[in-house]
């Protein structure tokens, strides 16, 4: 039995303690985070290369971990330029009122607990990334393929999700990912040339300088992360893709875990991806069909 059966499996008793003890422990890393790291904090840090979109001169100085730094496709740039119009006080809340926006579709009732025991959400709405922008993309990419478009336009190696859809074969899916992230490199080149080509330019550049904030480099994350995403895809394991997607990030910092966030969603809806005929399926109709079926199972949201 695998370590989430066992954990379905739980009496409810034992499944609300665990709960409860991971919430307990969230919420206190997030008090402390504010009151205790808060002055010490550089707030919003990321959210400076938004404010600093130069749709004149978007790439210079686009180098990895260098400040305001835009690395992402012109684009992201298009469509971020807005907030650069904004002043800083309007454009944190703008972008606040964005990332809780994404919180709350991907957590739905639930989204107040993400918010206040689910440590990375807090450090990415501190941060202004786009960790959970990427989180939001990966949640519906699964259901509308279209949607992995914005992970291959932004950091770009996390697509390496769309191995869920080869691993399932599904090659539709596949087909979509893949053809409506052509049709905006399409579209944008014929409006730009010039810009996607310094894009290009600078992912290759960026390549090849080493990150030293990862402990572990990307050219060795990046084939474990295509696993985990085909593993996810054959089991019918859907939360590990955005666990694919933290391994095949350029850079993973701290924040960056708050591409977990869509893990829950995911797996509060794990028998919707359960595939006739799969081993998941044969599973859950083996512990149906068996004594043990009679112990209380608790129903997770």
């Known amino acids: 039995m695998t370590t989430p059966e066992r954990f379905v499996n739980?009496?409810?008793?034992?499944r609300r303690a665990i709960r409860d003890g991971l919430l307990l422990s969230g919420f206190i890393f997030n008090v402390v985070l504010v009151v205790v790291w808060g002055p010490r904090?550089?707030?919003?840090?990321?959210a400076r290369t938004w404010a600093a979109i130069d749709l004149g001169n978007l790439y210079r100085g686009?180098?990895?971990?260098?400040?305001?730094?835009?690395?992402?496709?012109?684009?992201?740039?298009?469509?971020?330029?807005?907030?650069?119009?904004?002043?800083?006080?309007?454009?944190?809340g703008v972008l606040t009122a964005l990332n809780l926006a994404a919180v709350g579709i991907m957590g739905r009732r639930y989204a107040p607990l993400l918010i206040v025991a689910f440590p990375p959400v807090l450090l990415e709405l501190l941060n202004g990334n786009i960790q959970l922008f990427m989180a939001l993309a990966i949640?519906?990419?699964l259901r509308w393929p279209a949607a992995w478009a914005f992970i291959l336009l932004t950091k770009v190696t996390p697509g390496i999700g769309i191995a869920w859809f080869i691993a399932r074969r599904e090659w539709r899916n596949v087909a979509?990912?893949?053809?409506?992230?052509?049709?905006?490199?399409?579209?944008?080149a014929l409006i730009a040339p010039q810009l996607w080509l310094d894009w290009f330019g600078t992912l290759v550049r960026a390549s090849g300088t080493p990150a030293t904030s990862s402990v572990?480099?990307?050219?060795?994350?990046?084939?474990?992360?295509?696993?985990?995403?085909?593993?996810?895809g054959r089991t019918d394991r859907a939360w590990l893709v955005p666990v694919a997607g933290l391994v095949a990030m350029p850079v993973i910092w701290l924040q960056s875990t708050a591409l977990l966030t869509a893990c829950f969603p995911l797996w509060w809806d794990r028998a919707h991806w359960v595939r006739a005929g799969t081993p998941a399926d044969r599973r859950g109709s083996a512990t149906a069909a068996s004594p043990s079926s009679d112990r209380p199972v608790a129903q997770l949201p």
């Open 139 to 141: 949640w519906a990419g």
């Open 41 to 46: 904090l550089f707030l919003w840090i990321d």
């Open 216 to 232: 572990v480099p990307l050219p060795v994350r990046l084939p474990i992360a295509i696993l985990l995403a085909w593993y996810a």
């Open 62 to 92: 686009a180098e990895l971990g260098a400040d305001r730094a835009f690395l992402y496709s012109p684009a992201v740039a298009w469509l971020m330029a807005p907030l650069s119009w904004l002043s800083w006080p309007a454009l944190i």
């Open 176 to 188: 979509i990912a893949l053809g409506a992230t052509g049709l905006v490199v399409v579209l944008g």
């Open 10 to 14: 739980l009496t409810p008793i034992r």
